[in-house]
């Protein structure tokens, strides 16, 4: 068996060697730069486009901007269509490419632009009173926005305990390693693509109907991606500047974002006030649950995050409410970052359920558990699986939590303050549609192809593994290769849904092989469009616990972090190396998002005041001290052939807030706000 394995990445030395080529390191022959040019303004419109000087300058090949540039076709997401019409609808929008034999002549001929404007009012100042705040049709992705079970307001009123709170989480932004990038070249009618994507298949497709194309001309390759959080999930408005400049000057054309770039063109969390009201009796056992979540958009396109989905399957509690607003701002468009929903969710309603343990006077990992609810809260579903309080109780365990006393500020260690804080996480188990191949060579080994991506989780290792066993060879016998949409429609790294789906098909792919024999040069083909929809019945979920001890400088305001433990139940392992890296990835972000991330939006100008990795802090090294993530036994044979649950986000859900509920435990003080700056602490 490979599955179960802790096996190294395939392709790591060659990442590690700098053999592995990224989107914008691609040497397609003859390419040209294209350097983007944002607005400076927050809305109104072009009125005109100087560009004499910069055609003028050595190694210019084409100035585009909406007057001149080839005409796009239909999108589903708006952001694409770039350089179409003279509207700018947020400060960074694209307005112009330049495109040069150098990426250098591409940027000092870009400067040389005079873009004129007519400037409109904006309005780029979030608040939850908005009055233009409104009830949006649905909800990321296409969940209901408001759920209502019982008599949410009468038992409020009559409830015991009342925890009535609100809490704010601010713009963060997804900082993959690698940046944003694509090299496009048409031949004969055939659009070919690198991206550095989540979903080279999402990409193709959006491509395809940008283009007017039909869906055999156009390719997407994706092979090794530094990273994405989402914000590389679909096709983003880099690609298609790529294939527009491309088209124009006839030669293929790469398009690099600055990490500044990100900050306007490819999304971000947008800023969320949440306000939660929970009701019990004097044990704990709640009778209301309350989750208002209001958030940003763009006039682009609405998203909504789905904030307060989580608590609609968390805990039981006899009247159950959950409702989104959102609103439409002169702002870049927010889209998914890492745990979308459950992320800032999940801080809002684990910082509260710790005020609830407080004002009941019940331990917090006792409350969770005295809320357990039998089936699924909001839906009433019966769990697939729900091993929730075996994780609470065996992070506990390891974690050394029995015996600690609740009283806050009372463990004083020289000039640190000594606290600790849980909190509860889930995270929805997720299979979409996928296909896969797999062929019999002629020396006796195995290719599969499938349109998975690796964006450094391990993808490429872990279907590996799972192919292997369903080929019942060793691993060494099987080569998987990835990230090409000419291998058929798959599902995107994304949603924690990548090793589900794509497993599910390679499985199916390989024993379909088997059946037929595996004949030398035979390939079998699955889909799985029809079975990953076979189980509506049940509501899966894949949970964790987390347990974090805080140090905090009263004097300097500054938080350290002991100790960061998760326990989680996740399904099946497939690869624990790789597992335990995504875990204590995502808690790792958790800290950065407690602690550092915000991003600062300057409302008089419609933009982001800090956008690089000098002024946008994430977590270093040096924030990291002890981090363990441990794995609970999940067996749930109702998912998937493979028996995962996915893991690439559950690590971030409840991390904020175990450490918000650790930092109250050490100083008495409740951070609703984040994150929680030096200047915020006491
Ligand atoms: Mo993740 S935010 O679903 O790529």
Redesign the pocket.
Known sequence: MSVGEAVVRIEGRDKVTGAARYAGDIPVAGFAYGWVVQSTIARGRVSSVDDGEALARPGVLAVLHHGNAPRLGEADDATLLVLQDPRVPHLGWPVALVVATTAEEAREAAATLRIEYQVESHDAAFRAEHPRMYVPDHINPTYETETVKGDVDGALATAEVVVDATYTTPAQH?NPMEPHAAVAEWHDGRLTVHDSS?GAYAVKQALTRLFSLQPDAVRVVSEHVGG??????TARPHVVLAALGAAAVDRPVRVVLTRPQLYALTGYRTPIVQRVRLGAHRDGRLVALDHLASSQTSKVLEFTEQTALISRSMYASGALRTRHRVVALDVPTP??????GESPGSFALESAIDELAIACGVDPVELRIANEPESEPASGLPFSSRNLVACLREGARRFGWSGRDPRPALRRDGRWWRGTGVAAATYPARSNPSSASVTAEDDGRFTVRVTAAD?GTGARTALTQVAADALQVPMSEVTVLIADSDFGPAS??????GTASWSWAVVAACRDLLAQGAAAGTTAQANTGKAVAARPDLARHAYGAHFVEVAVDPHTGEVRVPRMLGAFAVGRIVNPLTARSQLIGGMTMGLSIALLEESTMDTRFGDFVNHDLANYHVAANADIQSIEAVFVDDPDDQLNPVGVKGL??IGIVGATAALANAVWHATGVRHRDLPIRPDRVL
């Open positions: 997804n989540q994405g959080f989402g914000n590389k999930g889209r998914w970052m890492r745990a979308p964006i995107v790294a994304g949603g924690s849904s690439g986000e």
